[in-house]
Antibody, heavy 120, light 113 residues
Framework: EVQLVESGGGLIQPGGSLRLSCAAS????????MHWVRQVPGKGLVWVSR????????AYADSVKGRFTISRDNRKNTLYLQMNRLRAEDTAVYYC?????????????WGRGTLVTVSS | DIVMTQSPDSLAVSLGERAAIKCRSS????????????LSWYQQKPGQPPRLLIY???TRESGVPDRFSGSGSGTDFTLTISSLQAEDVAIYYC?????????FGQGTKVEIK
């Protein structure tokens, strides 16, 4: 089955760190650009970050630049999001999503998300 | 950043009637070298992740019912549900993938009248 499964969310204090993972299966993970998108419960979708197939190209939303790092392990078919210096406004459901194969475009496959709550 | 603005924020439509959602981008998302609009539409039902409906502004994703259609070019786009079904109750988002940061519209909630 083609799917993405996120993990690693939870309750974390402001200023803390968390690493999210996204396990891919059912497709050739190494062929696809990958993204993180977040959503505050009850609010809209916000793009967070993306990475190309060989990790040479990454991009971030201004709101997370310098605090979050996206990476991937193509041998393990896993996408990561290292989140440091977390703030209350980072509280959201974090989705990983699949972009294009070799060229980045629309997001055609989404995981179910993992909830990150930043609170003391 | 390209700002995506959807209208209306919500709409209530009778079963079997047509629903139309508009999306306007603050900049052109038509890439002239390949004549493609870098615009997609997603459907999100409560408690579920988004689902891709339309890409390149008008191409329906595999498995999406043909009552869903996308149109428009440049900066103005429309998602149309030709005959609303109960299972179409959801929030719909447009998104541009023309330039980073990718941006979404604020969402349009579709309900049954």
């Amino acid at each position: 089955e083609v799917q993405l499964v996120e993990s690693g969310g939870g309750l974390i204090q402001p200023g803390g760190s968390l690493r999210l993972s996204c396990a891919a299966s059912g497709f050739t993970f190494s062929d696809y650009w990958m993204h993180w998108v977040r959503q505050v419960p009850g609010k809209g979708l916000v793009w967070v970050s993306r990475i190309n197939v060989d990790e040479r190209s990454t991009a971030y939303a201004d709101s997370v630049k310098g605090r979050f790092t996206i990476s991937r392990d193509n041998r393990k078919n896993t996408l990561y999001l290292q989140m440091n210096r977390l703030r209350a406004e980072d509280t959201a459901v974090y989705y990983c999503a699949r972009g294009g194969d070799f060229v980045d475009w629309y997001l055609d496959l989404w995981g179910r998300g993992t909830l990150v709550t930043v609170s003391s | 950043d390209i700002v995506m603005t959807q209208s209306p924020d919500s709409l209530a439509v009778s079963l079997g009637e047509r629903a139309a959602i508009k999306c306007r981008s603050s900049q052109n998302v038509l890439y002239r070298s390949n004549n493609k609009n870098y615009l997609s539409w997603y459907q999100q039902k409560p408690g579920q992740p988004p689902r891709l409906l339309i890409y390149w502004a008008s191409t329906r994703e595999s498995g999406v019912p043909d009552r869903f259609s996308g149109s428009g070019s440049g900066t103005d786009f429309t998602l149309t549900i030709s005959s609303l079904q109960a299972e179409d109750v959801a929030i719909y988002y447009c998104q541009q993938y023309y330039s980073v940061p990718w941006t979404f519209g604020q969402g349009t909630k579709v309900e049954i009248k």
